[in-house]
């Protein structure tokens, strides 16, 4: 096992292929039966890229996250808590993640996880009315918005004016289907960028293929 590029994120050959993984912060915990592996007596989860859109943006070589050690985190989008209990590993005890979702029914999964993690928050909430959560958060040093909706960058234009701090990362992995199904991918992609552009600087940008069909991350900093 050795140090990825990325802070917290490690990785491991087997054959020609190459696995990520996270420290587990909840040992002998599993969150979505990944594989987990003990080494030196520190056990690690694997990180699957074809279940988190993040991992995905890793493997395609994203060269930095924007996430470390003690960071707070707005996870827009969170499902069940695939992505967000790495996130959770990078984080560690002294960082927190708001996970928010609008799904009662995963978000009851949420707080099950939570129960065990105890740096998440399951949030219920719309993430297109940042109006009616804001009081249950705190500035947060990322953003990061996985919510397959039409006007996904506006959600996270949105949340980002409102929540994250100056000079903060956000990530935004955008679904090119859910925006309009006519379009090529690409077309989208790029006037996604355009707008996003207007309010952020964009340090990276990936289509996640062959990951993720049809969805793209941009890593983004606050001016």
Not at 47 to 72: E, V
Request: proline share 3%.
């Amino acid at each position: 096992m050795r140090k990825s590029r990325i802070f917290e994120v490690f990785e491991q050959k087997k054959g020609k292929k190459l696995i990520i993984y996270t420290k587990n912060l909840v040992h002998g915990k599993k969150v979505y039966g990944e594989d987990l592996v003990t080494e030196d007596g520190v056990e690690y989860r694997e990180w699957t890229p074809f279940r988190s859109k993040l991992a995905a943006a890793i493997m395609k070589g994203y060269l930095n996250i924007g996430i470390r050690k003690g960071d707070i985190i707005l996870y827009l989008g969170a499902s069940s808590g695939t992505t967000p209990s790495h996130v959770s590993d990078i984080v560690g005890k002294d960082g927190f993640v708001f996970a928010l979702d609008f799904a009662p029914r995963v978000v009851r999964e949420l707080v099950y996880l939570c129960e065990e993690r105890k740096n998440i928050a399951p949030i219920l909430a719309d993430a297109n009315k940042p109006e009616t959560y804001a009081d249950k958060l705190s500035l947060v040093d990322v953003v990061y918005m996985d919510i397959a909706q039409k006007n996904q960058a506006e959600i996270f234009l949105k949340n980002c004016r409102r929540f994250l701090k100056k000079d903060g990362y956000a990530l935004i992995a955008v679904k090119a289907r859910s925006i309009d199904v006519t379009k090529k991918p690409r077309q989208l992609f790029e006037i996604v960028r355009k707008e996003i552009e207007k309010e952020l600087v964009i340090i990276d940008y990936k289509i996640l293929d062959p990951f993720e069909k049809d969805h793209c991350m941009f890593m983004c900093k606050k001016k």
